[in-house]
């Protein structure tokens, strides 16, 4: 079950930085001009509601996670959440609103953190000396 909180835990997270990405991306340049205010509330509210809703998927994410914690070793679940660097990514260069360009660096980059989960988890067998 510890596990199961955990894959939440990175998939809020991960949900929360899209959506958080998405509605900066919608929020106009700061100003001190007195229209920003009234330009946020009311002409980005799409944009302002994605922030909070970003902003609730992190709040959940640390419940799910605090969850994960009580039933399995951190040494077990922190590696997991390099999953969600490789999920934001891959989510980033597929959803075209987002305007991610691919890199084939970045690629092999989510690569080596893939491989390095596999290492974590599926170890392979121990020699005794």
Not at 23 to 41: G, I, K, R, W
Not at 61 to 68: T, V
Not at 74 to 95: C, E, N, Q, R, T
Not at 97 to 124: A, M, Q, R, T
Request: proline share 6%; glycine share 6%; net charge positive.
């Amino acid at each position: 079950m510890g596990y199961l909180w955990a894959l939440c835990s990175v998939l809020l997270v991960s949900g929360a930085q899209l959506t958080m990405k998405w509605a900066m991306m919608q929020f106009p340049l700061v100003s001190f001009d007195p229209e920003f205010l009234y330009q946020v509330l009311f002409e980005h509210w799409p944009a302002l509601f994605a922030l909070f809703t970003g902003l609730a998927a992190y709040a959940l994410s640390m419940l799910c996670w605090y969850l994960a914690l009580r039933r399995i070793p951190l040494s077990k679940a922190y590696p997991l959440l390099s999953l969600s660097y490789v999920l934001v990514w891959g989510a980033a260069i597929a959803l075209p609103w987002l305007n991610e360009p691919f890199s084939e660096i970045k690629l092999i980059g989510v690569g080596i953190i893939f491989i390095g989960l596999l290492f974590i988890f599926f170890p392979g067998k121990v020699k005794a000396t």
